[in-house]
């Protein structure tokens, strides 16, 4: 479609001419999209090659957010490292250890153990410590209201 169809001249040659395309936060891009996004640079470069040739260079952290699902269509956002080609077209990962913004051990153990799948007494410890007691009256005013679509945050408002 994009080859064929006028309306995408301008993207068609945009895709042409790209070298390098960088995905950050890619931990949210599920199969079904990296799949499409390879259909459609391959087919729009046709020259054969995994994503048409272009260099791929792929960021994210999987241990965070899953890939987002659609609901409506009954998909349910599979991880984008599911995809038949991905350890042979992405055979290069490099994996950073070095934290450089927390100095807190304790804290650092905490952020990463539940990603891990395992949590220390120590961690439930710290955890528990954060709890406080919740103010007994509310201001309505002062609320804030967090909704998953504009249809519902238009009618609360």
Request: hydrophobic share 35%; net charge negative; with cysteine.
């Amino acid at each position: 479609m994009v080859n064929t169809d006028e309306r995408y001249t301008d993207i068609k040659q945009r895709t042409l001419n790209t070298q390098c395309l960088i995905i950050y936060e890619m931990s949210r891009m599920s199969a079904k999209t990296l799949n499409q996004v390879e259909f459609i640079l391959w087919n729009t470069r046709n020259n054969g090659l995994s994503f048409g040739g272009i260099q791929m260079i792929l960021c994210g952290d999987f241990y965070q957010l899953s890939p987002v699902a659609n609901e409506l269509y009954g998909y349910q956002g599979k991880h984008c490292f599911i995809t038949k080609f991905f350890d042979q077209v992405f055979p290069h990962r490099v994996n950073l250890h070095i934290i450089y913004r927390q100095t807190d051990q304790d804290l650092i153990s905490a952020i990463n153990e539940p990603s891990q799948g395992s949590i220390s007494d120590a961690t439930k410890a710290i955890v528990q410590s954060l709890s406080r007691p919740l103010p007994n009256t509310v201001n309505v005013e002062d609320t804030v209201y967090l909704f998953c679509r504009n249809a519902d945050a238009d009618i609360h408002n």
